[in-house]
């Protein structure tokens, strides 16, 4: 009985070990950076298409006064980056020099811990985050 309660225990415990969830294979996000040291700012919408290996990024990048709105269009598939600026109306081709990059959690992941962000006693004003690390080399 006390070896069946034990296995009982030790399937428990790992049953409960995180697992990561898959990230769908399209998504829309929007980021912003900023380096207020040297005045810049990026406003970036990102379209993100796994299954058919496609990034499209519409940027507006602030440097001091001077002002850039930039649509990108990076087809892995073709290998082939559109950049478009939107100021001037001059669109480039180029060869893509690098593979398409995975976003999500990778397989076989090592699961680091849960981390809250936010202000944890109020309510609707915290995420809980599962964070996941892997060693990759595809950029």
């Known amino acids: 009985m006390k070896y069946l309660i034990a296995l ?3 399937v428990s415990a790992f049953a409960q070990a995180p697992k990561p969830c898959d990230s769908p294979p ?5 980021e912003i950076r900023q380096d207020y040291s ?23 990048i602030l440097l001091g ?23 001037t109306k001059v669109c480039t081709v180029t060869a893509l020099t ?15 811990g849960i981390f809250n962000i936010g202000a944890v006693g109020v309510s609707g004003e915290v995420v809980a985050v599962q964070a996941f690390s892997a060693n990759g080399t595809d950029g």
């Open 38 to 60: 040297r005045k810049f700012e990026e406003f970036r919408k990102l379209s993100y298409d796994e299954t058919n290996r496609r990034v499209r990024e519409v940027e507006e």
């Open 98 to 112: 690098r593979p398409f990059r995975h976003r999500g959690v990778f397989p076989g992941a090592k699961f680091d």
């Open 26 to 30: 399209q998504w829309e996000a929007r």
């Open 8 to 10: 009982c225990l030790v």
């Open 65 to 87: 006064s001077d002002k850039e709105y930039v649509d990108r269009l990076y087809l892995y598939n073709e290998a082939k980056n559109y950049s478009l600026n939107l100021k």
